[in-house]
Each structure stands twice: as structure tokens, then as C-alpha cells.
T-cell receptor, first 116, second 114 residues
Framework: DAMVIQNPRYQVTQFGKPVTLSCSQTLNHNVMYWYQQKSSQAPKLLFHYYDKDFNNEADTPDNFQSRRPNTSFCFLDIRSPGLGDAAMYLC???????????????FGPGTRLTVT | DQQVKQNSPSLSVQEGRISILNCDYTNSMFDYFLWYKKYPAEGPTFLISISSIKDKNEDGRFTVFLNKSAKHLSLHIVPSQPGDSAVYFCAASAPGAGSYQLTFGKGTKLSVIP
């Protein structure tokens, strides 16, 4: 089945220790997104890639970076995690943004990040 | 400033009855609306959507109604089933350069009681 996969599902890191979350997709979608979702909050878009074009949201902290080496994979790097970065991180994909279908995003199961 | 609001954090409904989940928005530029369902330990999954040129869209037991003048949409589930128990997110999108971006509400947790 075509899907969005996130690894690991649970990640514990220490305050200030860099951490990388990964996402892969078999849908061959050209747009990939990273969201942060804190408890009882709405998912918040951090950035997205349209093919190799990186688009950062204005209020995404510099501490968050992303890489997309190819169509299938996308990584979220948190350079110096703080306690406030503990959250669920969701990866999503969609088809070409020129059509309405692009609004329908397909999500992975998420990675729950704990910062100690 | 929340542009998409789901004011009910939770809702309980008896099996077989109608579930109505509500969503309000403030951005008049939004022209496409979606509902996502999320089970524990899974990512949100797309459920149903509606364009602003329509006021109703139906898919099986799920119907979404849009009232543009009130900036309000609702999701109706009839009849409700225990498997519908999940968190439901309302999301909206505006056209233009940011048209790929979805703005989500905080979600409503639906519990369908057998």
C-alpha cells in the first residue's frame, strides 16, 4: 500500500542535543510537509518542499531545518532542542499544488519527540 | 490568532444517532475546506472536503455543510458508529501563493457510545 512512513515513532533526546526525524513516502507526491502539533493544539506547518524548492513558514524558528535528498525522503533536523520543542511531528505529502487535489494531504503516523 | 476554530473539544453521541461537528473560520479568503479524522497513534486521514462554490457535499454517511455568510461549516455523520470515535480536525485553505497551506483547527474528540 502506498503510504507515508515516519521513523522513529518515538524519539527521546536531551536538551540541546541535535536530533533528526525522518519521513519517507511511496505515493510519489511532489510536495512534502512538516507539521508540529503540541497537545490539544492544531497542527502547525513548519515548512514544505515543492520538489526541491524549500518553503519556510515565517514563524518557524531557525532551530528547525529540513532536507529533502530525493522525492521519497524528507528529514526534519532540530539543531538544539529545547523543552518547548517536545511535540508530535507530522509529515505529510500532497500532489502537485496546481490542482485542488493538492489540498488533500496524506499524513504519516507522526514522531513523538520528548526532550529531557 | 486562530483562523479556524473548533469550539467543542469533545462530543459524545449515542450509536445510530447523528453527530454534528462544527467549525468556524475568520479568514474570508478561505475557499476550500477539509475534514480530517485522526485515531490515536495514527496520522490524520482525509475524510471529506468542500469548495466555497458549494454549500453541501455528501459522501456516504458523511455530509459537510458550508455557510459562507456565517463563516461556518459542519460535518454530519449519520448514523454514527463506534468506529467513528476519533478526533476530527477542520482545515481550510486560501488560493494564491500559499494555496498549498492548510490551516487547522484544534480538533473535536468524538466518542460514539454503543
Amino acid at each position: 500500500d502506498a503510504m507515508v512512513i515516519q521513523n522513529p515513532r518515538y524519539q527521546v533526546t536531551q536538551f540541546g542535543k541535535p536530533v533528526t526525524l525522518s519521513c519517507s513516502q511511496t505515493l510519489n507526491h511532489n510536495v512534502m510537509y512538516w507539521y508540529q502539533q503540541k497537545s490539544s493544539q492544531a497542527p502547525k506547518l513548519l515548512f514544505h518542499y515543492y520538489d526541491k524548492d524549500f518553503n519556510n513558514e515565517a514563524d518557524t524558528p531557525d532551530n528547525f531545518q529540513s532536507r529533502r535528498p530525493n522525492t521519497s525522503f524528507c528529514f526534519l533536523d532540530i539543531r538544539s532542542p529545547g523543552l518547548g520543542d517536545a511535540a508530535m511531528y507530522l509529515c505529510a505529502t500532497s500532489r502537485d499544488r496546481t490542482g485542488r487535489a493538492s489540498y488533500e494531504q496524506y499524513f504519516g503516523p507522526g514522531t513523538r519527540l520528548t526532550v529531557t | 490568532d486562530q483562523q479556524v476554530k473548533q469550539n467543542s473539544p469533545s462530543l459524545s453521541v449515542q450509536e445510530g444517532r447523528i453527530s454534528i461537528l462544527n467549525c468556524d473560520y475568520t479568514n474570508s479568503m478561505f475557499d476550500y475546506f477539509l475534514w480530517y479524522k485522526k485515531y490515536p497513534a495514527e496520522g490524520p486521514t482525509f475524510l471529506i472536503s468542500i469548495s466555497s462554490i458549494k454549500d453541501k457535499n455528501e459522501d456516504g454517511r458523511f455530509t459537510v455543510f458550508l455557510n459562507k455568510s456565517a463563516k461556518h461549516l459542519s460535518l454530519h455523520i449519520v448514523p454514527s458508529q463506534p468506529g467513528d470515535s476519533a478526533v476530527y480536525f477542520c482545515a481550510a485553505s486560501a488560493p494564491g501563493a500559499g494555496s498549498y497551506q492548510l490551516t487547522f483547527g484544534k480538533g473535536t474528540k468524538l466518542s460514539v457510545i454503543p
